[in-house]
């Protein structure tokens, strides 16, 4: 970010909405992130591939967090407020209140999680259209976007949601809105996850062809007909209800949003590398890859000229750096692939145990394990004789299937600790070729990318970002400030204050 020159500490709010849980961090004017909290949120799933989450919870926890960072805080020396949020679908009825999205009629689950997968035929049917804005997603539309979530509401639940919905948010764009009372959208949002143009805004063609053709009505109300670039001030600011729900000064400068993933890229892609003596230290940012890992994983390379990739989303203008057009590759299940395999096998009770007993996470734990048992060579050739195929839950990229199935060859009649530590190698070496076969499609495309940045929950773990570095045979960059999604967020509330004048990359 430029900024202007200041004397006095000031402070910056981010909030991140994640797939579980709310966090909150204070960010001071360095960058440095000074105190953060977090909330657990809930998630229902009341049938396979439905995935539901309550407005009204998560607003409840991102004020919950906020006030604990800040109560020790000056009012006057915080300056502004950023949001980000997983791209997951809120609606509201005529009233704004909830509005159920579920066949039980419970209007407390009012969201449709962003890897909520119902929407599958959906899927096929607008994809079938080949309309041409299909071709800014990669040629292949996804259930984790919006149209085909709108589209099953319309077909399954047509009297219970649809005919009584008086507002449809990205979830960034509801926390903007909760904050301020303005239903202006964020262009990211729109852009990556509604089909929105930012040359030629809607195209009513679109919607009027899968069916949708009420949501161009009142100029496209129900969906959004006011844009703003991610980090500009929503013109009403932090209202007076919402200041005292977050413990915020009234009037604080609220900044347009990002999606979750896109507020991690911009924390991360811009780092600085010098003095580090790394080869990559003076080439240009479109040399970089930011992989922002955690439930799922996003693969963010931006460009000087649109490149369109296969199965690859985008290009989108301008969605998270200004001035570049955004590729954006994906994994829809990392760390809940890790998860499910590890909880679900066996000698799951007794790694627990052992780890517990050492005071240790359990990965940390089956990290050590794997050095404990290697006899030689790399660790990585452990699991030479085991596969995993990574998509449990489809793929996102570049395949864009959302029907292909997991696999794992190579199993024996053993189910011990050794097994379970081996089983989770080889997962994360097939998340790692997944990510190279992301980066070798874009590559493909014209994208020259010689650096990974990694971001998120799963950079924490170093035998994930090595098989990252080993499978894809480049240098992985971990940004020394590490929770770069919440750095995120507050850059764009710093860029709202005025503070600073615009996001760029220094």
Not at 106 to 133: C, E, L, P, Y
Not at 185 to 194: E, G, P, Q
Not at 481 to 491: M, N, R
Request: charged residues 20%.
């Amino acid at each position: 970010m430029q900024r202007e020159e200041r004397t006095d500490v000031f402070y910056y709010v981010g909030i991140d909405v994640g797939t579980s849980s709310v966090r909150a961090a204070l960010v001071d004017q360095l960058g440095t992130v000074v105190d953060q909290a977090e909330h657990l949120i809930q998630i229902w799933e009341p049938q396979p591939d439905h995935y539901e989450q309550s407005s009204d919870d998560i607003w409840a926890a991102c004020c919950l967090v906020t006030k604990q960072i800040v109560k020790h805080i000056k009012p006057e020396t915080i300056r502004g407020l950023g949001f980000d949020a997983t791209c997951s679908l809120v609606v509201l009825d005529k009233q704004v209140q909830p509005l159920a999205v579920n066949t039980e009629g419970d209007h407390k689950r009012n969201v449709i999680m962003w890897m909520d997968h119902r929407a599958g035929n959906q899927v096929s049917f607008i994809n079938h259209t080949k309309h041409k804005v299909l071709s800014f997603v990669g040629g292949v539309m996804s259930a984790e976007m919006q149209p085909p979530k709108l589209l099953w509401l319309k077909e399954n639940l047509k009297h219970e949601c649809w005919n009584k919905a008086g507002l449809f948010f990205d979830l960034p764009d509801f926390l903007t809105w909760k904050a301020t009372g303005s239903t202006t959208r964020s262009f990211c949002t729109l852009v990556c996850k509604w089909t929105y143009s930012l040359d030629t805004g809607w195209d009513d063609s679109f919607w009027t062809e899968i069916g949708l053709e009420d949501i161009i009505e009142e100029r496209y109300v129900k969906i959004g007909n006011q844009v703003a670039s991610p980090g500009s001030s929503i013109g009403n600011c932090l209202s007076s209800e919402a200041a005292k729900d977050l413990g915020l000064p009234e009037g604080l400068s609220v900044a347009a949003s990002l999606i979750d993933a896109h507020a991690g890229g911009l924390g991360v892609i811009g780092a600085s590398l010098k003095g580090y003596g790394l080869p990559c230290e003076d080439q240009p940012i479109t040399s970089r890859m930011a992989l922002i890992c955690g439930t799922s994983s996003c693969h963010m390379g931006v460009s000087e000229k649109p490149l369109f990739v296969p199965g690859v989303w985008g290009p989108y203008y301008s969605a998270m750096i200004p001035g570049f057009w955004l590729n954006e590759g994906g994994q829809s299940a990392t760390g809940k692939l890790i998860d499910h395999v590890v909880q679900g096998h066996t000698a799951f009770m007794e790694l627990q145990k052992k780890a517990n007993a050492r005071g240790q996470h359990i990965y940390t734990y089956l990290n050590n394990h794997l050095y404990q048992i290697k006899k030689s060579g790399p660790v990585g050739f452990l699991a030479a004789d085991l596969h995993v195929w990574p998509d449990f839950h489809g793929n996102r990229s570049p395949l864009a299937d959302l029907s292909m199935k997991g696999m794992v060859v190579g199993l024996n009649l053993s189910k011990n600790l050794d097994d379970l530590a081996i089983i989770y190698l080889a997962t994360l070496q097939a998340i790692a070729l997944g990510t190279r076969h992301i980066l070798e499609t874009m590559q493909t495309a014209g994208h020259h990318i010689g650096t990974l940045f990694l971001c998120g929950g799963l950079s924490k773990n170093h035998l994930f970002v090595q098989m990252h570095a080993d499978i894809t045979g480049l240098p992985v960059v971990l940004s020394k400030e590490v929770e770069s999604v919440l750095v995120g967020a507050a850059i764009l509330g710093a860029c709202a204050s005025g503070d600073f004048t615009s996001i760029q990359v220094g």
